[in-house]
Each structure stands twice: as C-alpha cells, then as structure tokens.
C-alpha cells in the first residue's frame, strides 16, 4: 500500500537500509504511523535492526488486500500464500461452500475466502496456541470458527464427508534447511510453523491421508508446496485416491498441489476411507 515519505525520516531511512532492509522507505514510514512520538520510534526501528519481523512490530500484515492481525512469534502471511486463496476460491463449487483452513496461523487464508466467499461456512484449525488466540481476533469477526489442535481433531465429526474445500498453508521447509532461512523468520516465527520433516512433506502426508473421510464428494484439497516438491505430493494425492491437478503462479513464484474426491466414479486403487469408530 501507498506509504507517506517525509525527509524528516531520512536518518531512520538510513538505519534501516543498513540493517538490510529492502524497503526501508516504506518500513520507515509505517514504524513511524505506529509509534507516534520518537522515543517509540526508536525503540521500534532498534527492534526492527535486530531482525524482528516488521509485522510484528506493527501488530499487523498486508495479505490479500486485507490488514491482518500477526501476534509476536505468529507465522507471517507470505504474499506468494494469496495465490493458494485464489486457487481455493475458484475450487469452491457453491458461494456458500464449507471451508476448513488447516494450519491457519493468524488465519489470514481464510479471512481472504471469507471475502470473497461471504456465505462460506467457515472453520480453521491450528496447534499453536499463540496462533489459535490471533486467529480468533481475525476470523470471529468474519463468522469463522476456531479450534486449536492437531489438524482433523478437534472438529466436530459432523463435518466428515461435508466439507467442500480444505485448503492448507501447513509448514513444508525440510529439517535441514530451517538454518538458511532468514533470521526474520527462523527466530521470531513458531519452529512449527516452518519445519515439515526430513523432505518437507510430513504434515502434507498427514492431511491427504485423512483428507477423503472430511472431503464431501467432488469436494477438493488445496495445499501449498514448493515447485520442487510437487511431484513427491502428488504421488500421496494419488496414493489415496484424490483426482490430481497442480497450479503454478509466476507473479506469486508459487505453487499449489489439488486433489479433489471422485464423485460418481472412483479411480484405480481408490479405497473409501474407513468410518470414524463409535465411542460409548
């Protein structure tokens, strides 16, 4: 978004592209809306030139078009994460189909929906309870339901076979690589927010398995994955029966991996999933 620039803040400008901050104009002028006297901007800016993420110094994130409530040590919105909106969205048979974002983080995924599906029904789930509290200052507001827990459990069994698109931004950076990431990142955002195992894929292999029973039929997942990573997702998606597509964005340099549940017929291999067991 447009940023105000005043030459007053030229010394600020200064320390923060020094610290390596890209856009240190608009950084400048954003730490200084959300200060308002220049003891606090200091105090702001010397944060930000320790490496805190400027979202969380601002309480807020621009996603979507949307202002989105980030808490300390909540996963960023990355902006490449609007193409997986966009993808869901035009998955969603109805304009009031029945969302569930998985790993939903400050639940900035499925506010997005929300505007521009306002008669979703809308559920999202997260097992960072940092996360879940931010979540529930987004979504409540947008009529979003918030459970906190591990993926599929904590919902109501209600939902199994009625949910028309589940749409995941779940943490898919290998073990390995968590130390190249930036500093911004690999020290101020939840360790299990970013860490998907030894190939990246763990969680991902963990939500298509359980996908189909929550999925209604012609109902479709919806994960983000890096280009790289996509062929090993697609053979899980196939593995348990969930009809493949892949979508690419060069504008977003990002990728996301479909599967959506046979309706009529069911494909090679496909297996129905087992019915939840009965609790006395």
Known sequence: MPVPRTPSLQPVVDRLRAAGCVFA???AALLAAS????SKLDALVARRVEGV????????????GLRIAVDPGVFVPRRRTEFLVECAVAAAR?????VLDLCCGSGAVGVAMMKKLPGAELYAVDRDPGAVRCALRNLTSVGGQVFEGDLFDPLPT?????????????PYVPTDMIGTMPPEARLHEARMALDGGSDGLDVHRRIVAAA??????GGSLLIETSEEQAPLAREF?????LLLGVADSEEHEAT??????????????YRPPPLPRETA
């Open 212 to 217: 189909p029973r929550w999925l209604a039929p």
């Open 256 to 269: 996301v991996v479909i599967g959506t549940r046979p309706t009529t017929f069911s494909p090679p291999g």
């Open 53 to 64: 993420p400027l979202e969380h110094l601002l309480g807020w994130a621009e996603f979507a």
């Open 158 to 170: 209600t939902l199994l076979g009625r949910i028309d698109v589940i749409v995941a931004n779940a």
């Open 94 to 98: 109805t304009t009031d189909p029945v």
């Open 35 to 38: 200060a308002g006297t220049p």
């Open 237 to 241: 998606f196939a593995r348990n029966g």
């Open 25 to 27: 104009e608009d950084e």
